[in-house]
């Protein structure tokens, strides 16, 4: 390990531009990018493109036909790569920051998508920029994927993402921290399903035994799959959005559901996804038929991720910064490069609350923290 001196260095040069950052931050989040808003998120990528350029890194935009265009910036050198995720979308729509512009109260910094996760990229990109200043060179190529569509489950930048992290020695992703700064790592596994319920209509008066009642099923096939939530397993299941029939004097012949699944484990997934994926109807004359899986496979709590949490920790000793582990039962995009069995830590961005909310904030003070913990992780690892 580098010797503590050089990790306060680190520090000290990253809070010495605490008010640049909280400048890139107002910049960044002033600028609309909702991930279904190509025309938006195009124009953050170009702009986010040439801050790269300005480090000195390779930079390419990577052009999509139906999402937003990502960024892939390759900075230093080196035969091995530490692969960095951020992503530039937030699930704000075009207009919101015209409303709710950047505004700093009492050291927070509030805005859309300033916490999920534009603070993550403003310590990306200071991160870089101190290494490169202080003339420090990793032993790894870095490279950053900054992709367009994490929010709605990164259905263009999922295949980037893998094909990247299988080339990397490690995964540092910088979305928002856990409560009170706690690095990430694991992650609960997502799955949603559509779950559909045919029966037959009738007049609920005059031939009431005619009918077969979507309605009922729903209510039988619900109570089934809150069953299989299992909370010391960490498995939940819940049924969101019900949908059915048309009148109160019609035996209902349809009704919807969709339905979210959180696993922490793989062997949990395994275990309940044949269950829901299989629903029986329990009235035979019903037809049940299910869609969906899992979007994002679970970022386990593995020895390879704690041993990279423990590597951040001992930097942030090293600075006075104490680090502490968490979890949580939202998916990333680290949820992919973890399930490849590659070192992931995640929750690497700043301090802060409230994200995918109006009251969303950036405690100011970490910016610089964190980027330097960010910074002292590209060195050690
Ligand atoms: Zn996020």
Redesign the pocket.
């Known amino acids: 390990m580098m010797s503590s001196d050089l990790h306060k260095e680190i520090l000290e040069s990253l809070r010495n531009k605490q008010e640049e950052m909280v400048g890139t931050l107002e910049e960044l989040t002033n600028i609309d990018s909702p991930s279904t808003d190509k025309a938006h998120i195009d124009r953050f990528s170009n702009m986010l493109a040439e801050k790269w350029k300005e480090t000195g890194a390779s930079v390419h935009i990577l052009e999509q036909k139906e999402y937003g265009n990502h960024v892939r910036a390759e900075w230093g050198k080196g035969e091995s790569q530490v692969l960095i995720l951020c992503?530039m979308d937030t699930v704000w729509a075009a207009g919101e920051t015209a409303k709710r512009p950047f505004r700093v109260e009492n050291g927070k910094g509030y805005g859309p998508g300033a916490y999920?996760?534009k603070g993550g990229i403003v310590e990306t990109l200071y991160a870089v920029k101190t290494l490169s200043e202080l003339g420090l060179a990793p032993k790894n190529r870095i490279v950053v994927l900054n992709n367009s569509d994490?929010?709605i489950g990164s259905p263009s930048s999922r295949p980037l993402i893998e094909e990247e992290a299988k080339k990397s020695k490690a995964v540092l992703v910088l979305?928002?921290s856990a409560q009170g700064g706690s690095l990430k790592t694991w992650r609960k596994g997502v799955g949603m399903f559509e779950v559909a319920i045919q029966g037959r209509a009738a007049h609920a008066g005059a031939d009431y035994t005619r009918g077969i009642s979507a309605v009922q099923e729903a209510a039988h096939q619900i109570l089934y799959l809150h069953g299989l939530t299992d909370l010391d397993e960490g498995t939940t299941v819940n049924v969101g959005i019900v949908q059915a029939g048309t009148r109160s004097n019609v035996v209902a012949e349809e009704a919807h559901l969709r339905v979210d699944l959180r696993v922490k484990t793989q062997e949990a997934a395994d275990w309940v996804l044949p269950k829901i994926l299989g629903l029986k109807p329990v009235d035979p004359r019903v037809n049940i038929t299910v869609t969906g899986g899992l979007n994002r496979p679970p970022m386990e709590r593995n020895q390879k991720n704690l041993a990279l949490f423990q590597l951040a920790r001992a930097i942030g000793q090293n600075m006075g910064i104490d680090l502490s582990e968490s979890g949580t039962g939202g998916g990333?995009d680290g949820n992919f490069t973890s399930a490849l069995g590659i070192p992931t830590l995640d929750g690497l961005g700043p301090v802060g609350d409230d994200a995918h909310s109006p009251g969303e904030y950036v405690l100011l003070s970490s910016l610089p923290e964190r980027a330097a913990v960010l910074a002292g992780l590209l060195m050690e690892i």
């Open positions: 992503h999920d996760m994490e929010e979305e928002p990333s």
